[in-house]
């Protein structure tokens, strides 16, 4: 009798278990695609030290960012799995989500360190902006056009007086790019300076 691996995988029987599998495949994948490029970017950008320190440096946030997406996808995949089964017969709802979600995100992104803070302010961003978004559709409340505009000079407003008045409460990375582009453009001492590389 061979051993038909195929018919195994394709068992519906087995689809919760390599669905898990299969999550966290993507979450290595899509992690180390979405991590490297930036880490490369923004650290031969704004971090100094010998070459082997930024590429260590560069390993260890890809590394970080892939394994965490990885581990959430499974915990979230799991916990879901588990609640559908305990309480609903199978089947999925919203609040199991939010609870399996809840769990996934305390476990594997509940240390703040530069990777998770980064995920962390990523999500809360765009579910703020769907939270508006969904209230705006749901109550059909008409917005005027200039609504994104009126957003976003209020979010720069508010980063510029933030970064002025007490900058150690901004992201780091955020930090050293303001730096860059606000403070630094402030000094030169010769044409070179000023147009080709900072002091």
């Known amino acids: 009798m061979t051993l038909d691996i195929d018919s195994i995988i394709l068992d519906p029987a087995y689809h919760e278990l390599f ?3 299969k999550g966290f495949r993507n979450g290595i994948v899509y992690g180390t695609k979405i991590r490297f490029p930036h880490a490369l970017v923004m650290t031969f950008l704004f971090r ?3 070459l082997k320190d930024k590429f260590k440096a560069i390993f260890q946030a890809t590394k970080m960012h892939a394994r965490n997406l990885a581990f ?3 915990v979230y995949k799991s916990m879901l799995w588990l609640q559908s089964v305990l309480f609903t017969g199978g089947k999925k709802q919203d609040w199991q989500a939010f609870i399996a979600g ?3 995100g305390y476990l594997v992104f509940g240390e703040n360190n ?3 803070n980064q995920i962390i302010l990523y999500l809360f961003s ?4 769907g ?3 969904a209230t705006v559709k749901h109550y059909d409340i008409k917005t005027p056009d200039s609504s994104f505009a009126v957003f976003a000079a209020l979010c720069w407003g508010l980063v510029m007086v933030t970064f002025r008045k007490d900058r150690s409460v901004l992201q780091s990375s955020l930090q050293a790019s303001m730096q860059y582009l606000y403070n630094d453009s402030d000094h030169w001492t010769s044409l070179k300076t000023l147009l080709w590389r900072n002091e």
Do not use: E, F, M, Q
């Not at 765009?126 to 902006?129: E, K, S, W």
């Open 131 to 133: 939270l508006a978004k």
């Open 114 to 116: 530069s990777v998770n």
């Open 72 to 74: 959430y996808v499974t």
């Open 48 to 50: 100094s030290g010998s």
């Open 126 to 129: 765009r579910v703020a902006t």
């Open 19 to 21: 669905s898990i599998i």
């Open 102 to 104: 809840c769990i996934g």
